[in-house]
């Protein structure tokens, strides 16, 4: 099919276009750079259906814009790491879907893979483990600096801002193996988590050098990624250890805090204040029954069936909410029954994942406050790209 004419049209939009195809060829209208973007790629797709339509594609005109404008996917090199050279093959089959944020999970207790200058056992210690749930293959990577510059830029000319997500206070057995006098109580023979799941270590808040270290964390993000949006994860934080800690007890009783919660949305908010430096904003995994956020902020609906929830309290709140429910969202979980699911995943298939609506019905009114939907691709099964692409792309 012959582009007969691209024009731009602000009054569409500046993400949405029209595409007329006619017996003698294709015109297309955008309202922006980003509307041109997709237009073309359902141009490409229709081009992609003539080898299954060689009578040719019907004339007709689309109309098309995205309804939300956060249409969001995550990656999870953490776990097991991702090459540059797959994550781009990743990010090409997303800008062919039109997603347009690329959520890149760098840290957890099964690795650690963003350099920072001055932290030379992030890439000996936490890059590192030692097997991956027993089976006797040791598992390592770690990004440079200019690979992630690549990677935003890849990303960007495809019209996809790249997050990066540094998983705080939990979350960070891979770091404690590296730097246990950030913790609470160090154990020097931590070793890199070998098996999914969580630790109970917490980087102690009451520290100096864990804000130390969190400042050059955050600059390096904002030497490397354009965006200003910084995700910090915050979920699933026993503080049992903070409990015990003399340096938290002493913190909260100088403070008058009157238990651990209180003491992380402190954390979170002294964390915010260092992002704030920066330029930068964070955003969350919402944990509904924990009082941690600020209005403003925001945070990712991911636990099972407490969607509805979420819209409503967080509309309380005065947060922004991204829907990421795991009954829905989560695509590293299985497909059809029958399917390997290490004993507690949900069985979501194409059409559940098509249910969705990010509102569940609710008006405007009640659900303005969602800012679009996102889709995490957890990996501690993942080992490499064929098993990613298949569980995202069935």
Known sequence: MKLLSDKTSPALGKDAYRLAVTPQGVHLASGGREGRMYGLVTLQQLQDQLAAQPEGIPCGVITDKP???????????????????????FVDLMAYYKFNKLHVHLTDNQGWRLPVPGYPRLKSVASKREESFGDGIPHEGMYTRQELKDLVAYC???????????DVPG?????????????????????VRTVAGNSKELVCPQKPEVWKFYAAVFKELKDIFPSNTVHLGGDEAPTELWKKCPLCREARTKAGMK?????MRA????????????????????????????????????RQDQARQAIEKTKKAGLNLIMASNEYCYLDFPQFPGQYNWGWMQTTTLQKCYELDPAFGKSTAEAGHIRGVHAPVWAEHLPDLNHLLYRVYP
């Open 267 to 302: 954390f979170f908010a002294k964390m915010t204040a260092l992002l704030d430096k920066n330029g930068q904003t964070p955003q969350f995994w919402y944990e509904g029954n924990a009082d941690i956020y600020h209005p403003g902020e925001t945070v990712y609906a991911w």
């Open 171 to 191: 979350h960070n057995q891979a770091l404690a193996a590296a730097y246990p006098e950030f913790f609470c109580f160090p154990k020097p023979d931590m070793k």
């Open 67 to 89: 309804r939300y404008p956060w249409r969001g996917m995550m990656v999870d090199p953490a776990r097991h790491f991702i090459p540059i050279k797959d994550l781009k093959k």
């Open 156 to 166: 960007a000319a495809r019209g996809i801002e790249v997050i990066p997500e540094i």
């Open 259 to 263: 238990d651990e919660q209180e003491q």
